[in-house]
């Protein structure tokens, strides 16, 4: 007897699946972040608690803790700290119930990222850090229960963090695809395999991210073909 397979519509290639949403702008008040030009790559906006009153609406941004948070913390989409390897036990504990991105810039990469995540925050990633401790991090994100966040400070270090991703989820060469991302075989990428990576990598705080945003557009359109751009 023949078995019966149900054939499913194959998804579609959207060539911004990977980008769509991913930047967060950097600034540096709410009022900056809620007049932010409307861009399909950018998702939110990450603003420093200090410059944050009662009265904000924060649902949907991130915030930095660049002083001590309140008591009751005011509900956000995830809150961003830096600390040491001494302070991750306080970090990992910050606003209890909310979301938390810890950057850990010192200490074995490893195991300050294996710790952050076993602690149900999302681990921070610096495209600024050497190479080796990147293609650590990822390496251990990669298999994590959370996803995570990265900071860059122009495009190309937003497709390196892009492209080292999505080489670790492949089990590639992360080095390599850090120093030489291949933007074509982003934007060729799978939509499977696209969502998956966005299951990981959470999203890429920016300085500029409309610069950034902009910048990203015409390097993929150069790619597809779309001469139209953001025009």
């Known amino acids: 007897m023949p078995t019966m397979l149900t054939l499913g519509v194959r998804p579609r290639r959207d060539p911004e699946a990977l980008f769509a949403d991913l930047l967060v702008a950097t600034v540096d008040d709410v009022a900056t972040a809620e007049a932010l030009e409307p861009h399909p790559l950018v998702g939110t906006a990450c603003v420093p608690l ?3 009153d009662d009265s904000a609406a924060l649902e949907r941004f991130l915030v930095r803790l660049d002083v001590a948070p309140p008591d009751e913390p005011p509900s956000v989409r995830a809150y961003v700290v830096e600390a040491t390897a001494e302070q991750l036990g306080d970090a990992v504990a910050i606003a209890p119930g909310s ?3 810890v950057l850990c810039p010192d200490g074995d990469v490893v195991e300050t990222t294996a710790l952050v995540d076993r602690a149900g925050r999302h681990p921070g990633l610096d495209a600024g850090w050497s190479e080796d401790r990147v293609a650590d991090f990822l390496a251990i994100v990669a298999h ?3 996803g995570f966040f990265a900071v860059a400070t122009d495009t190309s270090s937003v497709l390196a963090v892009l492209a080292g991703t999505v080489a670790a989820l492949r089990g590639d060469d992360v080095r390599s695809a850090l120093r030489s ?3 074509a075989a982003l934007v ?3 939509p499977d395999a696209a969502a998956a990576t ?3 990598l959470l999203g890429v705080l ?3 991210a409309g610069n950034i945003a902009h910048e990203l557009r015409r390097r993929i359109d150069e790619i597809t073909g779309d001469a139209a751009g953001d025009a």
């Open 50 to 52: 200090s410059a944050v």
């Open 99 to 101: 979301s938390v991105v």
């Open 144 to 146: 994590a229960e959370h």
């Open 181 to 183: 991302p291949d933007l």
């Open 188 to 190: 060729a990428l799978h």
């Open 198 to 200: 966005r299951e990981v």
């Open 206 to 208: 920016v300085p500029n």
